[in-house]
């Protein structure tokens, strides 16, 4: 892969990174939250960035970090996905604990909710079956599917759950950065073909 | 002359008495005897401080809070019912103390609290209504706005005695 191809991407991925949080950062809404509010709503978007991350580490797609090391590091951003949700709910829990409780326990009113406390869940399930792995001695296809079936529920809840709240994203990088965390996923879902064994993806 | 009471006629015609009669009870317009009360609304006690002061007005105003509070069953408007409101504003979060406030209606049953503008926080831009003083059911309201634009929200309470 060239040199300029490789800067090429990174920096396009940069921008696609970036935007989304930088649009969130001039929103009016900001002005009159206080530092806790504000802090749980970037830890969201965070977190919706990663996600966009962590197939192309997946996947091998990056410059750099083929294979192996986009393995690795795909790890990595999985515990920091994880902690981005923490201080999402935390920061939420902080600033109105009542919306917090109700959204916990499926009963809020609001329908975002729902979808962004089942994809938090996902993200926890699809995190702890990553770290306990070896200890699960599972094979590797039925690991792979498990993971996968998480992630599906992970990207669908959480592209449902921004879509539909009014806050601090701007829409049309919010719309923007969805439809690209829903490509990535599908595009590294087919290219390692999940759902097939080993001999038969190597071959 | 015939004593016989279930002629094919008279059948036909009580019948048809009786189907006019059922229909037309199926077709008057719901009366005011009928009106439901309001129920509380998911979330609608979220961040409640209750005995929220009676004010002219909350903060620096700009957004009006309005709406009619009636008796259920025969609906006649309730005079001198207080209502509470708060909401995430320009001014303040839910939680503080200076976004409550509370307000009487009128002889009509109407109220009309002016209050900083309302902005979206927890992804929906409303408002949050209580009828909380006894001598009827209370009730805690969750009204969303069309619009974070809007300046106005309107709501009505139906109240069931206690």
């Given at each position: 892969m060239g040199r300029t191809r490789a800067i090429l991407i990174w920096g396009v991925l940069a921008a696609v990174l970036l935007i989304p949080v930088a649009a969130a950062a001039a929103s009016p809404l900001l002005q009159w939250r206080q530092p806790v509010y504000i802090a749980a709503g970037f830890a969201g978007i965070i977190a919706m960035a990663l996600l966009l991350v962590q197939p192309l580490l997946a996947g091998g797609y990056l410059p750099g970090l083929a294979r192996q090391r986009g393995r690795r590091l795909h790890r990595w951003v999985g515990g920091v996905l994880v902690l981005a949700v923490i201080v999402h709910v935390a920061g939420l829990w902080i600033t109105s604990p009542p919306d917090v409780i109700d959204a916990l326990l499926f009963r809020s009113p609001t329908p975002f909710s729902v979808w962004g406390v089942i994809a938090m869940w996902a993200v926890f399930a699809a995190a702890l079956l990553a770290a306990i792995r070896r200890r699960l001695q599972l094979r590797p296809r039925t690991w792979r599917l498990a993971h996968t079936s998480l992630v599906l529920v992970i990207v669908a809840g959480s592209v449902i759950h921004a879509l539909l709240i009014e806050g601090t994203m701007e829409t049309v990088t919010k719309v923007a950065l969805c439809g690209l965390v829903l490509a990535a996923f599908l595009k590294a879902f087919a290219d390692l073909k999940v759902w097939t064994s080993r001999h038969r993806r190597d071959a | 002359m015939t004593t016989d009471l279930f002629t094919r006629r008279n059948l036909l015609a009580a019948g048809g008495a009786v189907a006019v009669a059922g229909m037309s009870g199926l077709l008057v317009p719901a009366r005011a005897q009928d009106l439901a009360p309001t129920r509380s609304m998911r979330g609608?006690?979220?961040?409640y401080r209750p005995g929220a002061p009676i004010v002219d007005?909350?903060?620096?105003?700009?957004f009006w809070m309005t709406g009619t509070v009636r008796r259920a069953g025969d609906g006649a408007p309730l005079e001198g019912q207080r209502i509470q409101v708060w909401a995430h504003t320009t001014e303040g979060?839910?939680?503080?103390?200076?976004s409550h406030g509370a307000t009487l209606t009128d002889a009509n049953g109407v109220f009309r609290l002016e209050m900083p503008q309302i902005v979206p926080a927890f992804g929906q831009p409303h408002g949050h209504l209580a009828y909380d003083s006894g001598e009827f059911e209370t009730v805690f309201l969750r009204p969303v706005m069309?619009?974070?634009?809007?300046?106005t929200l309107e709501v009505h309470f139906v109240l069931q005695p206690a």
């Open positions: - | 609608g006690s979220n961040n007005r909350i903060g620096g105003g700009g979060h839910e939680r503080d103390e200076r069309s619009s974070a634009r809007d300046t």
